[in-house]
């Protein structure tokens, strides 16, 4: 036995070697990190300059771990937006219709022009142009779940009686958020809170919104 080993013999057993294709232990901070490190490479360096490799260096993981998980770098950006849009973009509830849509709209357009996350987005949908599988994706994994929680506001308000049932919400939330994507990925005017309270008004005295308050009223008066 040569020197080296014997002593190490001698000084009893060694803690085992830290293993460093994973330095954040659990596999879910791991995830996390990885989501993490996507959207900030993508910011940094382009569409074209993510690569699995990078993400995986930038978040401390094997490259293993992140095929662990994703087949392709669009996979793991898909995946990044889609958690940023669950936490950003379900809308609040006021109690009242036009500050709920002013303040949805708001935070869409904020979102998708000054986050991070807008930056993926304008990339997954440059790259959807090129791929229609990924498209076909995307519009499963993010467009019908965002257009879920653009209904919200109207959904409350015909609860509330401010909108009438037969309304047609689908219609109503193309022409309240389409303009908003249409600015941010087509003609880059600003999407700023003149346009987003004309977007309100439009809406409301086309669907002729009872005031929240004449609501109440009414139903108090129906009560007696």
Same mark, same amino acid.
Request: aromatic content about 6%; proline content about 4%.
């Given at each position: 036995? @040569? ?13 085992? $070697? ?11 901070? *791991? ?7 996507? %959207?900030?490479?993508?910011? @940094? ?6 690569? !699995?490799?990078? !993400? ?20 793991? =950006?898909?995946?990044?937006? =889609?958690? %940023?849009? $669950?936490? $950003? ?7 009242? =219709? ?24 304008? *990339? ?48 109503? !939330? ?17 999407? %700023?809170? $003149? ?30």
């Amino acid at each position: 036995m @040569e020197r080296g080993s014997t002593a190490a013999a001698a000084a009893g057993p060694q803690p085992a $070697a830290r293993h460093h294709g994973n330095r954040h232990g659990r596999s879910e901070q *791991a995830r996390q990190a990885v989501l993490e490190a996507a %959207d900030d490479l993508l910011v @940094e360096k382009g569409f074209t300059g993510v690569t !699995i490799e990078g !993400i995986a260096a930038r978040a401390g993981v094997a490259k293993q771990t992140v095929y662990r998980w994703w087949k392709t770098k669009t996979d793991v =950006l898909l995946d990044a937006f =889609l958690q %940023d849009a $669950a936490e $950003a973009l379900t809308p609040p509830d006021h109690g009242d =219709l036009a500050p709920d849509l002013r303040a949805h709209l708001r935070q869409l357009a904020l979102f998708l022009t000054e986050s991070d996350a807008g930056a993926v987005f304008k *990339a997954l949908i440059g790259h959807a142009q090129h791929d229609r599988a990924f498209a076909a994706a995307l519009r499963s994994a993010y467009l019908d779940e965002q257009r879920r929680r653009d209904r919200l506001p109207l959904e409350r308000a015909v609860e509330r009686g401010q909108l009438a049932a037969g309304l047609d919400l689908a219609a109503e !939330i193309d022409q309240l958020v389409g303009p908003v994507y249409h600015r941010v990925l087509v003609t880059a005017e600003p999407v %700023d809170q $003149a346009f987003i309270d004309r977007l309100v008004e439009e809406f409301l005295h086309r669907a002729d919104v009872a005031d929240v308050a004449e609501v109440a009223d009414a139903g108090e008066t129906g009560s007696r």
